[in-house]
């Protein structure tokens, strides 16, 4: 056997847990340290991670690679299921999401963790881990042991959405492992309404992580909001002295979780929300727009409703034309002459190569306005393209072929909301087709191939059955050598 072959195996620990669904990194090497009769945390730790000094409890562990490496767990179901990297999702442009997805997987964390937490935004991280003491119970009857939560995590919650009680904190250490622990009743909060709007939102946003917001669209819809709520002048300006009351008195009694308490510092310095409007094509920590949605909205299903349906018409507010680089390359030069002559968004960003969001930009710092408004659409092609969404065709790909928005062939699913659960049905059923019959062919041609090794040759598909599907991955997967075994004969 080669060394290479040797030293993984070697690299494998005895024995490890099995997540649990909704459960945090640091959860799962907790309850592995307290099962392992490890001297201390540290010790397990280095049988985890080579890295010295790494922080276990970080929102983006730095050793998620080696974790994936010495459990067998797939990379991506530790960064997809067990950190809170959907909270970002649709806040980020794609390639900013992607980066931070690779820098998960290479174990570069500090710099996306200062990237997107407190350098620009001056927002501080989670100094504490968070729980709930009736999910604690709930967790120590049903799975005999409590867990760290997910949910209950991001920044910005502060209450349990179920149990309505506030979260209970416990400063991170990365010295010790532990777990969430018994809190007698007479020291359990209730949440107030308020609290509970807030964490309700965030945890939504969470689950519904499949947006991705336009910059601009976002905007305009916030603005919309703004104009029936009677916060913009009569010439379209923001009225940002009563926007900033409002977010004020929205925060009065969340100020016990540093986030808020920042947040209102920087209302009190007129920089938010002020920021989100005058700067809105720098990322801001998703908690700014999660507070303005509330304040706007209360819940988030009626925001994204009008953000994805939404006919929102309102003229850009001016943007200082000096914030313009004075040079433009070609590229950019050649979509602003598209849209002056009246091109859409998407139109122009074919005709230049440039993304439809750069585009985006380039009509807002030259005032263009960008109706949003979907193409009306004729009753036989909305019957066509009805037929495709049944058959669970993908509105962009629909879109593309009749050249019309997204938004457009969305609005018609909006009409027809039995579509929508048929279609993640369908799309359910095809991906686990696609998944297995990728993982038969690989056995096929690599029967030699061990869990560990078929995992690193496709761990998207290892991932997404592992999840899914575990049963039958498990069913089909080569015979696993009970580990002991396995060191004895690489040795
Ligand atoms: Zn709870």
Redesign the pocket.
Known sequence: MSTQEGKEDDALLPFFPQPERGETVYSLISRYHLLSGHPSFRCSMRLISDRVGCQPAAEFPSFLGSLADKTGLPLGYLINEMTDVHYYQPFLAEDQYLSLIKALEAGQTEYSQTWLGSRANRIPLGRALQF????YE?DVEQLGFPVWHIEHQLPGTVS?V??R?ILHRINKNRKKACLPCFIAENLRKASSPNQDTISNLIADSFKNHDLRFDHQRLLNVYRHRLFSQGLLTTNGRIRQSKLRALLYSQLGDLQFSEIYRRLRELIVNKRYPDCLFYNPHSFHHPIKHLVLISALYKNWSSFVDLYRFGEIEIQQEEISRNTFPVQLSDQKENALRALKQGKSLRKAAEETGLSVRTVGVIAAKHNIPISLRPKKIYKNLERTIWRKLLIGASARVIAKSYELSTGAVELILSKHSYLVPLRARIRFFETRKKYRESLIIIRRKHPELRRTDIRKLNDAMYSWLFKHDKTWLYSHLPVSVPRRDRYKGDR
């Open positions: 709930c003491p009736e999910c709930k349990c179920i149990h009680l």
